[in-house]
């Protein structure tokens, strides 16, 4: 079986707010190794918007049971995939999905 790993994902406030997500919407991950404020950043995008938000990484904003930007970091590759899976007051949590599962429509190939 292969392992679940889910996320939380904040920042909403600084970017869009919650409308931009959805249940079952899939969003991109990708590492912000460059990023000034944390050597582990992800950034979570959709096409066409662009950054939504960013993968947690503190014990302050990541939910029970989810993984932080650190913990998964060197088990991704540059970028990757999520399925939002709940919606919160301030944040989402998501399911890191296979890349297949999520590119199609060939959206993702910006």
């Not at 950054?51 to 930007?69: D, F, H, R, W």
Request: no cysteine; net charge positive.
């Amino acid at each position: 079986m292969k392992e679940q790993i889910y996320i939380s994902i904040t920042g909403l406030t600084h970017y869009y707010g919650k409308k931009p997500f959805a249940i079952g919407r899939v969003v991109r991950l990708k590492k912000e190794p460059n990023n000034e404020h944390d050597n582990e950043a992800i950034n979570v995008s959709l096409p066409f918007i662009g950054k939504i938000g960013y993968v947690a990484n503190s014990v302050n904003t990541t939910y029970l049971g989810t993984s932080s930007a650190g913990k998964i970091y060197d088990k991704i590759g540059k970028t990757a995939f999520a399925k939002i899976m709940f919606i919160t007051h301030s944040s989402a949590i998501a399911l890191i999905v296979d890349e297949n599962e999520a590119k199609f429509d060939n959206i993702w190939d910006n």
